[in-house]
């Protein structure tokens, strides 16, 4: 049977997602506890791996098992096995042709700043700080730029091993509320650091060391070297991944809210 799961996680102590020799991972706990579960050794795929310190509220991932378990087993057992800043959310059977990563259609990501003076003491490692004080408006007029399909090698790491960087936005909102600036993207797929990457430029507009135009200055220059600041990890969420309507999965997670 093929099992489909949606996982939450704290990513601040791991090292990101994918499975390493050495470092804790998400993805090494999320296999240990299934495979105690299953009896058997258990391997996952994801939707979207993320980076060391990055957040997930609805990542989705699947595996294979012929061991006899209800769904509700498959949960509970799973997160009795799991450290608190790791739980699984839901479990659901799927047909054989279902695939976390390639059966994706759009993924989003929330990126969350506190943009206020002083340093946070709660969400220090769940928010990205930044003390000058942003002009939001600015950040999304600026990203709107970037809507489209577009090659975004300005916006990818320069060890980013995908085949090509061209990916489609379908959406970019920059909000405020209170303390609070709020980016979230919506594309078909995302390179690695994409997001980040396009916070730090949005950043620096943000505070006025850019004009609004920079944004698309960098799309246009297709070189990482002359972009941005990475953004910290500690502000990013994988929020969800949409998949086609005959797979009939639970209902997406919901972004994280501060303040």
């Not at 998400?26 to 990055?54: F, I, K, M, Y």
């Not at 709020?182 to 507009?205: K, S, W």
Request: aromatic letters at 10%.
């Amino acid at each position: 049977m093929r099992i489909a799961l949606c996982v939450e996680y704290d990513g601040t102590r791991y090292m990101g997602w994918q499975r390493q020799e050495h470092g804790d991972t998400v993805q090494a706990r999320v296999e240990a506890a299934l495979s105690r579960v299953a009896n058997h050794p258990v391997d996952v795929v994801c939707a979207g791996r993320t980076d060391a310190g990055v957040h997930a509220v609805g990542q989705v991932i699947h595996f294979d098992s012929d061991a006899d378990r209800t769904m509700r087993s498959w949960v509970l057992g799973a997160n009795t096995n799991l450290p608190d800043d790791i739980a699984i959310r839901w479990a659901q059977p799927m047909p054989d042709d279902f695939h976390a990563r390639f059966s994706a259609r759009s993924r989003r990501y929330r990126y969350v700043i506190d943009n206020r003076w002083v340093r946070p003491a709660l969400h220090q490692k769940r928010v990205t700080w930044h003390y000058h004080r942003l002009d939001e408006t600015r950040m999304h007029e600026a990203g709107q730029a970037l809507i489209g399909e577009h090659d975004f090698s300005s916006y990818r790491a320069l060890g980013c091993q995908a085949k090509h960087p061209v990916r489609e936005l379908y959406s970019l909102s920059v909000d405020r509320s209170a303390d609070y600036i709020y980016i979230d993207v919506h594309a078909n797929a995302f390179l690695h650091h994409m997001v980040r990457n396009i916070a730090g430029v949005l950043i620096a507009i943000g505070q006025g060391e850019r004009p609004v135009e920079w944004a698309a200055d960098v799309l246009d220059l297709r070189d990482r070297t002359l972009g941005g600041v990475t953004a910290p990890p500690h502000g990013l969420y994988f929020v969800a991944a949409h998949y086609d309507d005959r797979f009939e999965l639970p209902p997406q997670a919901t972004a994280p809210v501060f303040g």
